[in-house]
T-cell receptor, first 115, second 115 residues
Framework: AQSVTQLDSHVSVSEGTPVLLRCNYS??????LFWYVQHPNKGLQLLLK??????LVKGINGFEAEFKKSETSFHLTKPSAHMSDAAEYFC?????????????FGTGTRLQVTL | DGGITQSPKYLFRKEGQNVTLSCEQN?????MYWYRQDPGQGLRLIYY???????QKGDIAEGYSVSREKKESFPLTVTSAQKNPTAFYLC??????????????FGEGSRLTVL
């Protein structure tokens, strides 16, 4: 069994300040973890993925995430927010040996960026 | 450009009508998926197909049907048996069901509203 919990449904930051979107997971197996971004009325786009290699993962648009097994967390960070980062972000878990049909999505965190 | 094309982007339906959402991909991916997205919820899997002429039910298949006659195409029919069809529908694909890291590529979605 697996699950993912996004700890904040809504996060608001000022432009130029750091971003932290929190994700905790539960998995009976060694997991693969993903962060996807969704802009309004659009599909999801992959930001980054962890697949049992380096625990600090760098993604697109300056985002990164760190896999912490002891804390069962995979938080998404960015040093400096930009207005274009305003979107919804989804944390996703999958067993490493599982198929894509076994993905479990979090409920999403809406990021608001203000001037 | 390779990608996934969903149509129509917006669709209105009267109660009791069946509607079909189109999904076409030119990525040469083996696997295709349909997800439903409701506000404040993560994505939920409706159906998926790992190969032509084969498909499996996901977590919320009741009231939906699919076909996979061609590798490129995976249409979804929302039938009158679906009690609450108003939602945002996302089609996705992956290179193979098990190959790679399970990353999904998404279309831009179809928003269905039942009047």
């Amino acid at each position: 069994a697996q699950s993912v919990t996004q700890l904040d449904s809504h996060v608001s930051v000022s432009e130029g300040t750091p971003v932290l979107l929190r994700c905790n997971y539960s998995s009976s197996y060694s997991p693969s973890l993903f962060w996807y971004v969704q802009h309004p009325n659009k599909g999801l786009q992959l930001l980054l993925k962890y697949t049992s290699a380096a625990t600090l993962v760098k993604g697109i648009n300056g985002f990164e995430a760190e896999f912490k097994k002891s804390e069962t967390s995979f938080h998404l960070t960015k040093p400096s927010a930009h207005m274009s980062d305003a979107a919804e972000y989804f944390c996703v878990v999958r067993p490493t040996t599982g198929t894509a049909s076994k993905l479990t999505f979090g409920t999403g965190t809406r990021l608001q960026v203000t001037l | 450009d390779g990608g996934i094309t969903q149509s129509p982007k917006y669709l209105f339906r009267k109660e009791g009508q069946n509607v079909t959402l189109s999904c076409e991909q030119n990525l040469n991916h083996d696997a295709m998926y349909w997800y439903r997205q409701d506000p404040g919820q993560g994505l939920r899997l409706i159906y998926y197909s790992q190969i032509v002429n084969d498909f499996q039910k996901g977590d919320i298949a009741e009231g939906y049907s699919v076909s996979r006659e061609k590798k490129e195409s995976f249409p979804l029919t929302v039938t009158s048996a679906q009690k609450n069809p108003t939602a945002f529908y996302l089609c996705a694909s992956s290179i193979t069901p098990r190959g790679g890291t399970g990353e999904l590529f998404f279309g831009e979605g179809s928003r269905l509203t039942v009047l």
